[in-house]
C-alpha cells in the first residue's frame, strides 16, 4: 500500500517539480494533497490524515517553523520533512529540535530525494508499532468526543453534534463531560477557541475578523470580549504585546 505525502510550498513549481520527481521514483508513495502554507496544511490535517510531510521553511501567513510547532498540538502523529536553502540552516536546526525527522536543500535534486524518502520507509518497515486509526481509536465516550472536538473546525462545533458523534443525549453528554474533565462543554470549547486565536494571531497576518471568524464567532465585539475575559487583554494588544 502506498504511503502518502502532503505537500506544502508557497510556490506552485516547487510542489509540481516535487510531485512529478516523487511519481518518477517510483516508490511506494503518492502526492495525496498540496497545500501553500502552514496554516492551509493544518486546517487540510485536521480533517485527513497523511503519512509524511514535506514542507518549505519561508511561506507567507504561517512558515514551516510555525508550521511544525502547530502540529505538535495535534493528537495525529506524521513525519515531518523541511526544506530550505543553504543560508538557513538555523532554521533547520531549529526544525531538528521540534521533532522534524530530516531535512533537504533547495534545489531538491533527485538523488537526494530518492535517498532521504528511501530511508523514511527503510524507518516504517522497521517500527513494529505501527497501527491503523482505527485500532488506535479511544474507546472511552469522552475520548471520543475529544476526538470528534480535534478533527471538527472550531466553527461548527456543537454540543448536540458532538452528542450525535457518540449516540447520546445532549444534556446527558453535557453532564458525563462535566463530571469526567470538571468542565462544562461551553467553556472547554472557549478555551479551545481562545487558544486557537491566540496562535492565531502569533503565527499569522489575519486580520481580527477572520481570526473571529475562523474560531466560531461571528460577531466580533464578542469574540474580544471573550478573549480579554480569559486573557486579560484584547486581541490586538495581544498581538502588539508579542512584536
Not at 502523529?77 to 525527522?101: C, M, N, W, Y
Not at 497501527?131 to 471538527?152: A, C, G
Not at 448536540?160 to 467553556?187: C, G, I, R, T
Request: charged share 30%; aromatic share 8%; proline share 3%.
Amino acid at each position: 500500500m502506498k504511503k502518502s505525502i502532503l505537500l506544502v510550498d508557497d510556490e506552485r513549481w516547487v510542489r509540481t517539480a516535487l510531485k512529478w520527481t516523487i511519481n518518477k521514483l517510483n516508490l511506494p508513495l503518492h502526492v495525496a494533497h498540496e497545500c501553500e502554507n502552514g496554516l492551509e496544511a493544518l486546517d487540510w490535517i485536521k480533517l485527513n490524515d497523511v503519512d509524511l510531510i514535506l514542507s518549505d521553511i519561508r511561506m507567507p501567513i504561517m512558515d514551516g517553523l510555525s508550521f511544525v510547532k502547530e502540529l505538535s498540538h495535534l493528537r495525529k502523529k506524521q513525519d515531518v520533512i523541511v526544506i530550505s536553502v543553504h543560508d538557513e540552516f538555523q532554521f533547520v536546526q531549529q526544525a531538528l529540535r521540534t521533532g522534524v525527522i530530516d531535512y533537504l536543500l533547495k534545489p531538491v535534486e533527485e538523488t537526494e530525494l530518492r535517498a532521504c524518502l528511501e530511508k523514511w520507509l527503510e524507518k516504517l518497515a522497521k517500527d513494529l508499532d505501527i497501527q491503523t486509526v482505527d485500532e488506535s481509536l479511544p474507546s472511552s465516550t469522552i475520548e471520543r468526543v475529544l476526538q470528534y472536538i480535534e478533527k471538527t473546525p472550531l466553527d461548527q462545533i456543537t454540543l448536540k453534534d458532538a452528542a450525535e458523534s457518540v449516540h447520546m443525549n445532549p444534556s446527558y453528554l453535557s453532564q458525563l463531560f462535566k463530571q469526567q474533565l470538571n468542565k462544562k462543554f461551553v467553556d472547554y470549547i472557549t478555551e479551545l477557541r481562545i487558544e486557537e486565536s491566540k496562535r492565531l494571531l502569533l503565527h499569522t497576518t489575519l486580520r481580527m475578523s477572520e481570526i473571529a471568524d475562523r474560531v466560531g464567532y461571528s460577531d466580533l465585539a464578542y469574540f474580544s470580549n471573550n478573549f480579554k475575559k480569559i486573557t486579560g487583554c484584547s486581541p490586538s494588544e495581544f498581538r502588539k504585546s508579542a512584536m
